[in-house]
């Protein structure tokens, strides 16, 4: 990744919060399971969401190969974006509210990626899901491989907006009369619920899902 910022990647509002490091970028890519995707065609813009995963500068994405947005998406340029929610700020005016977050942005060209690096993407792809999982599956067939696009877009041209911490009020705020601070979010996994049809003990990774 290129840490320096590229004038459509520059953050100008509130610019202390922007990162443009790999690092950060990674591991708001490594917690997510979801993106979006901002493209055009001639019916006009659209915003995708769509499964996404990521090995070394590339974030992977895939779907049936007749997807309207993956022929696009090879055609021309487009935005992914990635937000974490982790808490709403409650200040003591109302316009110094806001929200503590992790987001990511990034510019470029998704390009298709060849048979084998498919079948190996895809295996990358499950065992981020839950790790464990690939070498229990049925893989997949030569025909459901036919019949699926992955596609990549590195990650060179891309920028990060984390906020954190407790409200900023005004000086002359900070003695009104209501409660401040923050609200906490956080992503929690819960009891595996097992298909009535499984007559099989849970496995380890599926034991330890409820436990993160």
């Not at 690939?134 to 877009?153: H, L, N, W």
Request: charged share 25%.
């Amino acid at each position: 990744m290129n840490e320096a910022p590229t004038d459509r990647t520059r953050i100008r509002r509130i610019a202390t919060n922007g990162h443009y490091d790999a690092a950060t970028l990674h591991a708001i890519i490594d917690d997510a399971y979801l993106c979006h995707i901002a493209f055009g065609d001639a019916k006009g813009a659209h915003c995708i969401p769509t499964a996404c995963w990521r090995e070394g500068d590339y974030l992977y994405i895939h779907g049936s190969n007749g997807s309207r947005m993956l022929k696009r998406l090879m055609d021309g340029e487009c935005c992914v974006t990635i937000t974490h929610l982790d808490g709403l700020v409650l200040a003591r005016s109302a316009f110094n509210h806001s929200m503590n977050y992790r987001s990511a942005m990034i510019y470029g060209r998704f390009e298709v990626v060849d048979a084998a690096g498919a079948r190996h993407a895809m295996e990358a792809f499950m065992e981020k899901l839950v790790p464990g999982r690939q070498a229990e599956i049925r893989p997949g067939s030569d025909k459901e491989y036919a019949a699926t696009t992955v596609m990549r877009i590195p990650l060179t041209e891309a920028a990060c907006k984390i906020r954190s911490g407790l409200p900023g009020d005004d000086e002359e705020d900070l003695s009104w009369p209501a409660w401040a601070g923050v609200l906490p979010f956080a992503r929690t996994q819960q009891a595996p619920i097992t298909d009535p049809a499984c007559t099989l003990p849970a496995p380890d990774y599926v034991q330890r899902w409820q436990q993160g």
